[in-house]
């Protein structure tokens, strides 16, 4: 792993903007953080607001701008600056910038964009969380994205990641199935029926929700089903261990198919009753209170939060009784300096509440819990419901979107060995999903449209592996006829000066800048827009100049260049667990 970039164009031309102002109070990095990227090119390169500097020169920030222009000693690689009203533009030397841009990410590959910045600090990030009552759903799907996509920026930023999955596998919600199947399973299993267990599980449940409506009952049977599997009965104990087995086994099918990996799985049966020494130590504090019914109460209400149920009146534990206990032996059986949830605003209060009994109870690191909450993935149809069986199953999903993509290749090419169309259908296909899924906001709510998912044109990841493929193509054809490596582009760099040319290397020296963004507001959807837009840049150089054709010595400038974009976007694409094509 690589350190700070070679030639950090900002923080040179911020030393020179602090000399220049030659202030006791306006040091470099004060003036890098001012430092703008214009929105136009036509403006500069870098832009300087001088307002910040009015108070204390006494001066309009044009003055200032005019006076300060006049004193700057540009850098090396810069080109010219000009005042324009309050801001200073500075436009950086073409040849010069590539010349000092491309070697640096030849040279690193693999490792550029990644960084130290993280000190090694470890981190345990949590996602997916699926209960064993049902298959994984697109919710999951979009979960598992931003928790793959969030460890790969922490690692790529010299974090220790630990990767964690915690498997609901006890509760209210599993002995609905369990008491479906006992009624009217008939001893049924996946194997017999030629279903994949996960979805054999959650047709019981949706049985359970359909028969429910009909006998009152029902409700009262699985809380005391419930309180039977707490007291350890053999019986209720064994058809658990039948259901959840069956439910962790096609989740982790769905899990091998789509990529999704952890370095630990937790079970909530490891922890439910792993808590009653922080319930005690609750009581005694006055963190906790007993109920009139005997529940064990948190009152948050003081702290802008409802009251929080610790443990029901009949002594069964709940989602949080858990989690009191899972988070302290995260804490302290992996010696973390952060964890990081990364579940669905839906639970925002929740964790509130969690945080804060955890602060009051003393803990430390509570102060580092983070719950990254992202927003809900709706359907042209609607809100997705398990209960009713209107989810979208991860599974038919996928199925449906390599489908989709297995028409766009044969459009393209019609005589496709099938060991190879199943290998790309795949690849694109999951691209799409993971892309569209990250390429939103967190914080926000999506419509997942499959069709415009696998498009190879737009904001799609099918688009960002075609641009890919695409400069991989030139490559390989340059390296038919001896090109290897960027060896002779390096001394003919300096020749890349067409504005498109420009516009392509300014987007691949931005991508360090791009991954550090994106993991400081823990939002992948940062890196997706920069891939998108360092794409755009290469297929408007591609439309407008030749490659292979161009003339000795710029020929070898834009195949280094056509490289290093390869290299931006594949480690790109990395950092989001979307595996790369050589061919689309």
């Known amino acids: 792993m690589t350190g700070e970039s070679r030639m950090n164009f900002e923080a040179v031309l911020a030393k020179a903007i602090a ?148 498997v609901n596998d006890r509760g209210v919600h599993i002995c609905k199935v369990m008491l479906a199947y006992g009624k009217w399973g008939e001893n049924a299993s996946p194997e017999g029926k030629h279903e994949k267990s996960d979805h054999f599980v959650g047709k019981y449940y949706v049985l359970f929700d359909q028969k429910s409506k009909e006998e009152a009952g029902l409700e009262i049977e699985v809380q005391k089903m419930l309180q039977d599997w707490e007291k350890g009965d053999a019986k209720t104990r064994a058809l658990w261990k039948k259901i959840t087995d069956w439910a962790i086994s096609g989740m982790h099918e769905t899990y091998m198919e789509f990529g999704s990996r952890f370095d630990v799985e937790f079970r909530e049966s490891e922890f439910y009753d792993k808590a009653t020494p922080l319930i005690e130590m609750g009581l005694k504090k006055g963190v906790f209170e007993k109920g009139e019914d005997g529940a064990i109460i948190a009152n948050l209400e003081k702290f802008g939060l409802q009251k929080k149920t610790v443990l029901r009146s009949d002594g ?186 420009f516009e392509l290397i300014k987007k691949i020296h931005a991508y360090p800048n791009a991954v550090q963004s994106s993991l400081s507001s823990l939002s992948p959807h940062t890196l997706c827009q920069y891939l998108l837009s360092l794409s755009e840049a290469f297929n408007s150089f591609y439309h407008e100049h030749k490659v292979l054709e161009a003339g000795e010595g710029l020929r070898e400038a834009r195949l280094g260049m056509v490289e290093a974009f390869a290299v931006s976007l594949e480690n790109g694409l990395g950092l989001l667990s979307i595996e790369c094509l050589e061919r689309m």
């Open 316 to 501: 069964t534990s709940i989602y949080l009784t858990n989690d009191l206990a899972l988070t302290k032996h995260k804490f302290e059986e992996y010696g973390l300096d952060k964890a990081i949830w990364v579940v669905a605003s839906e639970q925002n209060l929740y964790f509130g509440q969690l945080f804060k009994i955890l602060e009051l109870l003393g803990f430390k690191w509570a102060a580092d819990c983070k719950h990254l909450s992202y927003g809900m993935v709706n359907l042209p149809t609607g809100k997705m419901k398990s209960r009713e069986g209107t989810v979208v199953d991860a599974d038919n999903l996928i199925a449906e979107v390599k489908e989709l993509a297995r028409n766009e290749i044969l459009e393209r090419e019609k005589d496709v060995p099938e060991a190879e169309l199943e290998k790309r259908s795949r690849a694109i296909a999951l691209s799409a999903i993971k892309f569209f899924l990250l390429k939103v906001e967190a914080q926000k709510d999506l419509l997942f449209i499959p069709e415009e998912s696998v498009s190879f044109d737009g904001e799609t990841g099918p688009y960002l592996l075609y641009s890919l493929a695409r400069a991989k193509s030139i490559l390989a054809k340059a390296r038919q006829d001896g090109y290897a490596k960027g060896a002779k582009a390096k001394s003919e760099f300096g020749k890349l000066t067409e504005k498109s040319e």
């Open 19 to 166: 000399k220049a102002a030659s202030l006791e109070s306006f040091s470099s990095e004060k003036a890098l953080e001012l430092i703008e990227i214009p929105p136009n090119s036509e403006l500069g390169d870098y832009a300087f607001p001088c307002f910040r500097l009015s108070k204390e020169l006494q001066k309009s920030p044009n003055d200032i701008a005019l006076s300060l222009n006049s004193e700057i000693d540009l850098p090396k690689a810069f080109s010219r600056s000009e005042a324009v009203g309050p801001y200073i533009n500075f436009f950086l030397e073409r040849g010069a910038f590539a010349e000092a841009v491309l070697p640096e990410v030849l040279s690193k590959r693999g490792e550029y964009g990644k960084s130290w910045l993280g000190k090694r600090k470890k981190v345990m990030v949590e996602y997916s969380a699926p209960n064993a009552n049902k298959p994984l759903h697109l919710g999951h799907l979009r979960n598992d994205s931003i928790g793959m996509a969030v460890s790969n920026l922490l690692e790529a930023t010299g974090h220790s990641v630990v990767r964690a999955n915690l």
